[in-house]
Structures are given as C-alpha cells and as structure tokens.
T-cell receptor, first 116, second 117 residues
Framework: AQKITQTQPGMFVQEKEAVTLDCTYD???????LFWYKQPSSGEMIFLIY??????QNATEGRYSLNFQKARKSANLVISASQLGDSAMYFC?????????????FGQGTRLTINP | GAGVSQSPRYKVAKRGQDVALRCDPI?????LFWYQQALGQGPEFLTY????????KSGLPSDRFFAERPEGSVSTLKIQRTQQEDSAVYLC???????????????FGPGTRLTVL
C-alpha cells in the first residue's frame, strides 16, 4: 500500500535551533517523488522541497533540506536556524501510483511551534 | 492572478443543500486537482483534470460529488444534498504538467472551509 507516516503530531523548538520533521513512506514503485508542504493557519499549502527517488543527492532549498534515506524509506525535512514564521503544519507527500493513476498521498502532518 | 484562488473562502450550508465551490488555477496550468482535508488530517485526493478532461475521479466519496472544468481553466466542485460528514476544507491545486515523465509541483489555493449544519 502507498502510505506516508508522520509520527510526530507536534513539535516545539526554540527559535534559531535546527529541527527535523520525520517522514517515512511505503511504496513498491521504483520511481516516485517525495514532497514537503507547509500549511500556515491561513490554510494554503506552500511547496517547500522535492526529492525524486533516483536523485542521488539530498535536495536543498535555502534553509530547508531533505534527508533522503532510500533504504530506510525515510525522507525527513530539516529546517536550519528556525524562525517564528516557521510555525505551521508540515505535510510530507508522495507521488504514487494508485489504481493506475499518479496521485499525491499525504501524511497526517506535524504541527511545528517555534518558541521565542 | 499570481496564485491559485478559491471562492468562497467559507461556506455554511444546511444539511441537504447543494453547494458549488470555485477554483481559479494559475494561468496556463494544464493540470488541476481537488482535495478534501478533514480537521487535523492531511489532504485526500478527490479528482484530477488535464485541461478540460477529468482523467481521474476515483477519490470522489459519493455520486453527490461532481466536478467540472468545461473550458480547461476554472473548475467547480459541486456537492449535492450536503451531509455533515462533508464538512471539511476543500483545496484546489494546479500544476504546469502532471503525468507521463513530468511532475511539476502542485500549487495550492487557500481552500474553502465548508461547514454543514
């Protein structure tokens, strides 16, 4: 079954610290993609970073990096030097084939709170 | 516009009423998606359009849900005879291209929060 698991319902981090949000996935596909989205209280899903299954290097986008461990089927998001504006829900998602069609499958999310 | 827009942002309906939710994708985006997000959950796929063609509607929970994109741009998600379990945020997303060997990121709108009383 195609599934994303985020085991941390909530995390609290001090401002300026680094934070790692966990994501594990389950798929039998050889080709797949992993996404991280941020959802602030306004509700909009904001794309952060993408990792393809064949990408050998971990993806990075500014303060965001994706720690991709293919053998362990994990794709953790690392945010360096956290800021108050990073407080939001974070969703890990996988592009997967379900019933012959490509879909985005989301995890249940992690609520990140940055404390001043 | 610069991003995906949705209207209305909030909708309260009495059980049994019909509702229509609108999505304006980013100009030029071929692919359009609808998701349903229950409180405290991640979004769940409802349906997918490529231009005006509805290529996948496997996520629509019942035949009360209907989506269209007649001119390959604006899309409407219609829910007939709403029920309390339909209460959720409905998110629309668009992408330059989705399928084959090309998968661009999906850009999401702010969502429509539907409350069925």
């Amino acid at each position: 079954a195609q599934k994303i698991t985020q085991t941390q319902p909530g995390m609290f981090v001090q401002e300026k610290e680094a934070v790692t949000l966990d994501c594990t996935y389950d798929t039998s596909d050889q080709s797949y993609g992993l996404f991280w989205y941020k959802q602030p209280s306004s509700g909009e899903m904001i794309f952060l970073i993408y990792q393809g299954s064949y990408d050998e290097q971990n993806a990075t986008e500014g303060r965001y990096s994706l720690n991709f461990q293919k053998a362990r089927k994990s794709a953790n998001l690392v945010i360096s030097a956290s800021q108050l504006g990073d407080s939001a829900m974070y969703f890990c998602a996988m592009r997967a084939i379900i019933q012959g069609a490509q879909k985005l499958v989301f995890g249940q999310g992690t609520r990140l709170t940055i404390n001043p | 516009g610069a991003g995906v827009s949705q209207s209305p942002r909030y909708k309260v309906a009495k059980r049994g009423q019909d509702v229509a939710l609108r999505c304006d994708p980013i100009s030029g985006h071929v692919s359009l998606f609808w998701y349903q997000q229950a409180l405290g959950q991640g979004p769940e796929f409802l349906t997918y359009f490529q231009n005006e063609a509805q290529l996948d509607k496997s996520g629509l929970p019942s035949d009360r849900f209907f989506a269209e994109r007649p001119e390959g741009s604006v899309s409407t998600l219609k829910i007939q005879r709403t029920q309390q379990e339909d209460s959720a945020v409905y998110l629309c997303a668009s992408s330059q291209r989705w399928g084959g060997l090309i998968y661009n990121e999906q850009f999401f709108g702010p969502g429509t929060r539907l409350t069925v009383l």
